[in-house]
Structures are given as structure tokens and as C-alpha cells.
């Protein structure tokens, strides 16, 4: 079973770059979709980005971190990234990591069995 655990979170200013980190153990971290989602106070959980499993290679962004934030993934290392740029306050939420079996990248939450404890981002303006 993969256990995921998130780094890199902070505080930044406003236009700030940050990257988030996820260490994934077991053996099998290459087959699976991994994807970034965020929690702010008193919102509900929403999809930020996935990277699809396999040699799949897809990528999906919602539409308010397109052009901004980028995920990308080391196998070797068990590792997916989240290359946030250009920050904005309304970024400010605690960003989980999760795993899905399956092959493509999704948007919806309940597609992923796996999920890090969270990590908290603040975005001042």
C-alpha cells in the first residue's frame, strides 16, 4: 500500500513561487494517477492538478492555476511535484496529495484512494 506524505508547504507574499513535494512509499508508485487538491477554511475540497500513471504522461489543471502551476513526477524517487508560481492569496488553502489507480488523470476527488495528511499554504497579499 502507498502512503503519501506532503512537503513544502509556507507562507509567501503575493507573486511568490512555491514548490510542494510528495513522497510516496512502495513499490508500485509509477502505475498510479497523482494529483493535488486543496482544502481553504470553510470550502469545500478542490481539484488543483493530476498527472496520470503509467506512461500515460497526462496532465490536468483547473482552470485557475493553468499557466501558473505545473506537476510533474520522479518514479525513481517516488515523488510528485507542484510547482506553484505567480501566487495569489486565493491560493491560501491546505493542498493534499492523493493516489488513484487509475490510468488517467481526474478531477474528482472520490477517484482517488490515497491521501496525504495535507499541507498548509498561506498566500499574503
Known amino acids: 500500500q502507498v502512503q503519501l506524505v506532503e512537503s513544502g508547504g509556507g507562507l509567501v507574499q503575493a507573486g511568490d513561487s512555491l514548490r510542494l513535494s510528495c513522497a510516496a512509499s512502495g513499490r508500485t508508485f509509477s502505475i498510479y494517477t497523482m494529483g493535488w487538491f486543496r482544502q481553504a477554511p470553510g470550502k469545500e475540497r478542490e481539484f488543483v492538478a493530476a498527472?496520470?500513471?503509467?506512461?500515460?504522461?497526462?496532465?490536468s489543471f483547473a482552470d485557475s492555476v493553468k499557466g501558473r502551476f505545473t506537476i510533474s513526477r520522479e518514479n525513481a524517487k517516488n515523488t510528485v511535484s507542484l510547482q506553484m508560481n505567480i501566487l495569489r492569496p486565493e491560493d491560501t488553502a491546505v493542498y493534499y496529495c492523493?493516489?488513484?489507480?487509475?490510468?488517467?488523470?481526474?478531477?474528482?476527488?472520490?477517484?482517488?484512494?490515497?491521501w496525504g495528511q495535507g499541507t498548509q499554504v498561506t498566500v499574503s497579499s
Open positions: 492523493a493516489a488513484s489507480t487509475g490510468v488517467r488523470p481526474s478531477p474528482i476527488p472520490h477517484m482517488y484512494q490515497l
Open positions: 498527472l496520470g500513471g503509467w506512461s500515460d504522461g497526462d496532465t
